[in-house]
């Protein structure tokens, strides 16, 4: 199927909004995504004739109900290629899914002497769940340190590596956008003894995803940001891991049986889903895996990497030295996040000029401290296309860019 | 829809391209630090109370032109004068930014001077936490200093 950006907009009926007698130009997808007319009609559905109690309750309505939210996870599944259905957890978000990985896998297998390896271009996300462990068991927290082209510098990663248990990384940067060499990085954990964990959330919306091809342990993605709503995260993990793992959170729908002397679990997926789930948001995340399947992901892929080198391009040719990019140059070895920091004009007030002409981008830290200060800046500007962006969007950032420039001149 | 007139008045660009005691001071002055954590701004505010007057005052951190230039007109404004009135002015300016912190009106008879600048930020939600950071902390210097 031929991709057709003009068509896949009228898809998304926000992009159609006129703020203050001008169009939107949304640049902040790895923020959070915007939702294609079936993702939402598909919640509204289900919630004018379908919605029920799930897994608990014997009429007919309920019965389809867990039916659908059953069959958004294995959408999900095939999605990423997930060996099991099963192995799909549903949690509120990525980072709860990130925080059951580290308290319930690292609470079973970390204490004093072990080590964990994360790199300097994680998300919070990543990082303060293994602080907040890692200050109660004493376990050591390892860095891969970043080349000064934005990639990781894997030049010591097996000295790195050498008697860590874990090796928790991005697959995409969510600042600089640099897409890291997943199954490289996942080979070289399981060769030290390690477990690789694949923060996954930048990279499961913008490009095909295969969790048996990377050969990882574990994955964490979020809804919001591939077209489906907020409100639900996915974990997937092996289930050889998830089954020997302890469960996160307790209460109803995670138990086998209750007794006043203590509980037995239950079976995967629902040993890691405690309480009402989600429903209306499954269903809602299982219509855009089918939105992003009918598209293609290979689409979309070639699609951003069209745009972001228009966009490198066009900022470079443009602002010249005025303007700095930071991470790769390259396409091939980015997805379409563009963080710079231009001129000395200070990244909110950048916004706020953008902001005038409906030109929507994050700045900021990014939820990327660490990273911010090897940068050497509180913040940045971070422009990120997605699917629906056109070369025009990329027009609309430049000349507000100049606008910008104009009105801070020091 | 305000325009960016209403929020970059040319005297607020003035404090930002040439901020007014900017730097910092040794101890015994006392200092305190303000951080934005939904952008990252940062403000250092460094202080020496003498005789119940805000004898010495200067800036540091970096932060966008509103949190920059709000900390150097908030540090013109309060430099010399009594802890009370600098604290009444915090009081005066959270209002201002339609921040309720309870308590009395403010006295708004005395003129703002540079300050009054700021009025137009309160249009912009979004940068009401930018233009009151230096003041929250000034608030926390003046009560190290009363320790």
Known sequence: MSFDVQRVRADFPVLAEIINDKP????DSANTSQKPNSVIDAMTQFMQHGYAPTNRSAYQLAADATDKFEGARAKVAAFINAPKVHEIIYTKNATEALNLIVRSWGTANLSAGDAVVLTHMEHHANIVPWQMLAAERGFTIRWVPLTSDGLLDLSNLDTLLDGAKAFSFTAMSNVLGTINPTAELCAAAHKAGAIAIVDA????????????????????????????PSGL??????ESLLDAMPPFLGGGNMISDVKLEGFTYAELPAKFEAGTQPVIEAIGLGAAVDYLTAIGMDNVRAHEQDITVLALNSLNDRFGSDITIHGSTDAALRGATISFAYRDVHPHDISQVLDQNNVCVRAGHHCAKPLMRLLGANATVRASFYLYNTPSDVTALCDALSEAGDFFTL | MPGLEDLYREIILD???????????????????????????EIEVFLIVKDGIVDEIKIGGQGCSISQSSASMMSAAVKGKPVEQARAL????????????????????????????????VKFPVRIKCAVLSWNTLAEALDIAAE
């Open chain 1, 233 to 238: 995260g996915i974990l997937w993990g092996r």
């Open chain 1, 201 to 228: 959330c930048q990279a499961v919306p913008h490009m095909p995803t295969d969790v048996q091809a990377w050969d990882a342990d574990f994955v964490t993605f979020s809804s919001h940001k591939m077209v489906g």
């Open chain 2, 15 to 41: 404090h930002y391209k040439s901020p007014r005691n900017r730097g910092s001071l040794e101890p015994p002055a006392v200092r305190s630090e303000g951080h934005n954590p939904l952008c990252g701004d």
């Open chain 1, 24 to 27: 939107l130009v949304y640049l």
């Open chain 2, 90 to 121: 915090i009081h005066r300016f959270k209002h201002m930014m339609s921040i309720d912190e309870g308590g009395e009106e403010p006295d708004t008879s005395a003129p703002l001077g540079d300050l009054e600048a700021l009025q137009g930020v």
